[in-house]
């Protein structure tokens, strides 16, 4: 059982280019997240799915598209990169349907912006 | 003013003590309230959940909020080398899955 996994892990790139981050989980969940870490910022939420087929903006989706592609894909595309999204990003998901459910979340991507 | 605030740290206590780490909010709509741990280059794991007011024990840590001052708290009872890490809080409001996440508190618990 891998849980929530995301690739790549690592990623540098230079201004303007775009890239896809991909995130996919195996415990059957209904809900997903895109989160992105900075120093001092916290855990700020990008974009979510509360279920396949939809998707909602969070705090700081601007820069970002994402795409629900089934039940357990999730992915974040960066269409023209900046260095302000030099960050760590980690993916998550969530059961959805009782209080006490756990987020489960994946590994991150470290992505430096040049 | 940020919804959630949290010290940064860093934290630095003895192994054996007792380690408070605390979150201030600003919404008074946060009904469920999260403690995460995150160690140095992983993802955050759930540590505790606590619905509404008051404290919950696992083990060593006890979560308590105190809805009327704003205000959550993770205790850690008998402090261990692998304790060490960031400890990050949560809240998230009735009928959402949004949550909103604090900054993070680093610990280091001194062999």
């Known amino acids: 059982n891998a849980g929530v996994t995301q690739t790549p892990k690592f990623q540098v790139l230079k201004t303007g280019q775009s890239m896809t981050l991909q995130c996919a989980q195996d415990m059957n969940h209904n809900s997903m997240y895109w989160y992105r870490q900075d120093p001092g910022m916290g855990l700020r939420l990008i974009y979510y799915?509360?279920?396949?087929?939809?998707?909602d903006k969070g705090e700081v989706p601007n820069g970002y598209n994402v795409s629900r592609l089934n039940k357990r894909e999730f992915s974040l595309r960066l269409e023209s990169a900046a260095p302000s999204q030099t960050s760590v990003y980690f993916c998550?998901?969530?059961?959805?349907?009782?209080?006490?459910?756990?987020?489960?979340f994946g590994p991150g991507t470290r992505l430096t912006v040049l | 003013q940020k919804e959630v605030e949290q010290d940064p740290g860093p934290l630095s206590v003895p192994e054996g003590a007792i380690v408070s780490l605390n979150c201030t909010y600003s919404?008074?709509?946060?009904?469920?309230f999260m403690w995460y741990r995150q160690y140095s280059r992983k993802g955050p794991e759930l540590l505790m959940y606590?619905?509404?007011?008051g404290n919950k024990e696992d083990g060593r840590f006890t979560a308590q909020v105190d809805k009327s001052s704003k205000y959550i708290s993770l205790f850690i009872r008998d402090s261990q080398p692998s304790d060490s890490a960031t400890y990050l809080c949560?809240?998230?409001?009735?009928?959402?899955?949004?949550?909103?996440f604090g900054t993070g508190t680093r610990l280091k618990v001194l062999a």
């Open positions: 606590t619905y509404s007011s």
């Open positions: 799915s509360a279920s396949e087929g939809t998707t």
């Open positions: 919404n008074s709509a946060f009904q469920y």
């Open positions: 949560a809240m998230s409001t009735s009928g959402t899955y949004k949550y909103i």
């Open positions: 998550a998901s969530l059961a959805s349907g009782r209080v006490t459910d756990t987020q489960y």
